[in-house]
């Protein structure tokens, strides 16, 4: 018995190896790798076992939003695709039980339909729901993890574990209860009732996204936390006169200089001389540590 064979017994799963795995980010850097992509909880019970047992590393890929993979990418890459009944979102309810991979944008035209108050605040984020999760994405009109009440994640046993949210469980750009290996398959979320005027705010807040963000290109979205609430990344790298900076096919953002974009066949090691240059000048002139939002395999 081998890794691939076990897999291929597994109903509701597909693996392939050394698969191309530049479509599976934003930031389109090429990347190849073994894939599975699950389309049940079952599935994933079984999967990550087998997993355990083979002592094979892997990751949760969502819409790789803010995830780089390395050119030759050693861990398995695990790609959701459980099933949804769009028809929930039909109309309003108190609260939703959804799977970790349906998309923010579906979430969004459900808020601007109905004036969810609440969801306005991630107005925009590309994301699958267990990637918003994972990251505690967020705008400046509030964070993700608020709207959270309960999380469900498969255990690297395969058994299922429900997390009640509360005030601890986020911090800014973080979770504080995903261990190391777990898979979040579901969640449910809130909203804090009805507001006639949340779809104007949405449609607001989108067109203020186009007039800041760098949206039609390549990129991984912010590619530094901000240093405090008051500090803006992308702000400080922009003094630095950075805007622009160019290392063979990828470029600092002019729009937005806390995103890289990728205009042309970049690789990993252009980003992480670019990432370094643009750390060392923050720790140089403003003896500030840049950390890295986006989420790097070996980082
Ligand atoms: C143009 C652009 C604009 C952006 N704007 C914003 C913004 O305004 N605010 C913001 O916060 N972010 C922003 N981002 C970044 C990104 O959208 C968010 O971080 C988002 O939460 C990533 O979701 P994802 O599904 O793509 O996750 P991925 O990038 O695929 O994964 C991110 C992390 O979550 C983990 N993960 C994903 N799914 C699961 C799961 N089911 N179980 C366990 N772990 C999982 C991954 O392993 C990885 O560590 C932007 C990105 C782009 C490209």
Redesign the pocket.
């Known amino acids: 018995m081998s890794l691939a064979h076990e897999l291929s017994l597994i109903p509701e799963l597909t693996f392939h190896p050394d698969h191309d795995l530049t479509q599976f980010?934003?930031m389109r850097l090429a990347a190849v790798g073994d894939l599975v992509e699950v389309r049940s909880v079952v599935a994933v019970q079984k999967l990550l076992p087998l997993l355990k047992k083979y002592d094979r590393s892997y990751?949760?890929?969502?819409?790789?939003?803010?995830?780089i993979l390395p050119a030759q990418c050693e861990e398995l890459v695990i790609y959701?695709d459980l099933p949804f009944d769009p028809s929930m979102l039909e109309a309003p309810q108190e609260r939703y039980r959804l799977p970790?991979s349906v998309g923010l944008n579906q979430l969004t035209g459900h808020a601007v339909r109905f004036g969810l108050k609440g969801w306005e605040v991630f107005t925009?984020?590309?994301?699958?729901l267990?990637?918003?999760i994972?990251?505690n994405?967020?705008?400046n009109l509030g964070e993700f993890g608020a709207l959270v009440t309960h999380v469900e994640?498969v255990t690297r046993e395969g058994e299922l574990r429900e997390e009640v949210i509360d005030s601890a469980s986020f911090s800014y750009?973080r979770n504080h209860f995903?261990n190391s290996g777990?898979?979040?398959?579901s969640a449910t979320l809130v909203h804090r009732g009805v507001d006639a005027e949340i779809p104007q705010k949405i449609r607001d807040y989108l067109d203020y996204?186009k007039k800041t963000?760098?949206?039609a290109t390549r990129?991984?979205?912010?590619v530094f936390k901000n240093p405090n609430r008051d500090l803006p990344a992308g702000k400080l790298i922009d003094l630095l006169g950075l805007k622009g900076l160019a290392i063979g096919g990828l470029r600092v953002s002019v729009k937005h200089a806390n995103?890289i974009e990728n205009t042309g066949s970049s690789t990993w090691e252009e980003f992480e001389t670019l990432v370094n240059i643009i750390k060392s000048q923050a720790d140089q002139f403003y003896g500030i540590e840049f950390e890295l939002?986006v989420?790097i395999p070996y980082d």
């Open positions: 980010t934003t990751l949760v890929v969502g819409w790789g939003a803010n995830m959701l970790a925009g984020i590309p994301a699958s267990g990637g918003a994972y990251m994405a967020g705008t994640l750009r995903v777990e898979v979040i398959v996204r963000q760098p949206l990129n991984c979205g912010c995103f939002e989420k």
